[in-house]
Structures are given as structure tokens and as C-alpha cells.
């Protein structure tokens, strides 16, 4: 049996920049409404047309989009530059900024369902956060890990790691499920080893990871039921099949 309530809710409008935090999103078939529905393409050789990320460019994280404390954003977001400077995603500007302040050239797109494993929502645990921080022995940042719902909940640490498809979540209005194309626990990549901020890389986070929980942290969850869900709402019983 699980009971809980949503500690926080994470939404990152642009792929690889800094996200925000909100009290209510919608999540339905595009994961968590305006969740990475922009992201910069790459221009350079080799790279052409590709999407750049956080893994060829930390530089990324010194940037931030968002688009204010909305459930189911409508229009763009705004980015925030490294020395504070706001710009709309329409500015004619702000590919010109990017590409000076990261090395371009970049493009901007925008496209929903951009999430590296299809329109989906990232589950995370406070107790896997607290029993990841013991093992390391050191705090460790939530940011670090892009989670889109985070809960608190009366289960053992990492016992999300378990869960196979077919496990249910229901959380406020909305129903969450491992099910279909990569959903399940979370194979992660290099990217929570880097700050917050990109600025230092904590390269025994993923060690430890990839030694004592084989590179988990997290499950995948695709909506089943749409609705909003807000900060503080409950979380029920996952443990009912689809």
C-alpha cells in the first residue's frame, strides 16, 4: 500500500536549461503540460540539426526558461540569460544570445513531447533523495535529477526501483502507469552528476548510482488518466494492474 502527498512539482519549459517549480500542472498525453516543449538545435559540424543538451554542454544550466505558475502554460516561455537579462522565445535576438553566451550556432524549435523517452512524467521519492543523500553522505539537490513529480510517501527508499509494468499511481485527478515504451525506473544519464547551476561536476554521484542501485533513480510513469494535479495533493495505492 502507498500513501502520500505531492511534495513538489517540477516543469523544465527548455530542454537542458534550469526549469521551475509550480503549485498545480496538467498532465495528460504530452507527459506534464509545456515540459520540454523547446529546446536549442545544434548547428555545429557533426552536430547538425541535432538537439544540444546538458551532456555536450553544461554551459546550458547557467541558463533558465519558464512561463510563471500556470497548470497548462499557453505561449511561450521566457529565458533568463547568466547576467540576468529576460528574453521572450520570439526575440530575434535571443539565438544570436545563446549562440554567444554557449558557442553556436544554435536554433531555437519548438515542439511538445520533447522528454528524451516520449511525452512521459518523471516520479521521484523524498525517501530515495534522504537514503541516497545517507549513502554519499552528503545532500544531496533534487534539481539534479529533472524529476517532473516529486512525492512524499510511506515507502522504503528506492522501492521504485521495483516497480514492473502495469503498477499504477493515482495522484490528485490524475492516473500515472508503468506502462508502454519507456516507462519504468529510470536508467540515468551523466546528467545529475553536474550541479544545478553547471558549474561542478560531482562525478561519484553517478558512480555510486551505476555501483549500488545499477544507475536508477526514479520511474517513468506515462498519464493514463489526465487532469491537474497540485502541491500537497494526495497519492494513492500503485499497486492495482492496467
Known amino acids: 500500500m502507498l500513501a502520500g502527498t505531492v511534495r513538489g512539482l517540477h516543469r523544465w519549459p527548455v530542454k537542458s536549461l534550469r ?17 520540454r516543449a523547446h529546446a536549442l538545435v545544434d548547428g555545429r559540424r557533426g552536430r547538425d540539426g541535432k ?6 554542454d553544461s554551459g546550458m544550466l547557467s541558463w533558465s526558461a519558464a512561463y510563471g505558475d500556470v497548470p497548462d502554460p499557453v505561449g511561450p516561455p521566457e529565458l533568463r540569460g547568466p547576467d540576468g537579462t529576460r528574453w521572450t522565445w520570439g526575440d530575434p535576438g535571443l539565438a544570436e544570445a545563446l549562440t554567444t553566451s554557449l558557442g553556436g550556432p544554435l536554433a531555437l524549435r519548438a515542439a511538445p513531447g520533447q522528454q528524451d523517452r516520449g511525452p512521459t512524467v518523471l516520479v521521484t521519492f523524498q525517501a530515495s533523495l534522504d537514503g541516497l543523500g545517507e549513502e554519499l553522505g552528503a545532500e544531496v539537490d533534487l534539481r539534479r535529477f529533472r524529476t517532473n513529480l516529486h512525492l512524499e510517501a510511506d515507502l522504503p527508499a528506492f522501492a521504485e526501483q521495483r516497480w514492473e509494468p502495469g503498477v499504477r499511481l493515482a495522484v490528485g485527478e490524475v492516473e500515472l502507469a508503468v506502462t508502454g515504451e519507456h516507462s519504468g525506473p529510470c536508467v540515468r544519464c551523466a546528467v545529475p552528476s553536474w550541479d544545478a547551476a553547471g558549474r561542478e561536476r560531482w562525478r561519484g554521484l553517478q558512480q555510486h548510482l551505476i555501483g549500488a542501485h545499477d544507475n536508477l533513480f526514479g520511474v517513468i510513469m506515462r498519464v493514463t488518466r489526465a487532469g491537474d494535479v497540485r502541491v500537497g495533493d494526495e497519492a494513492g495505492e500503485p499497486s492495482a494492474r492496467v
Open 51 to 56: 538537439v544540444r543538451t546538458v551532456r555536450q
Open 19 to 35: 526549469g521551475e517549480d509550480v503549485s498545480a500542472a496538467r498532465l495528460d498525453d504530452r507527459g506534464m503540460a509545456g515540459d
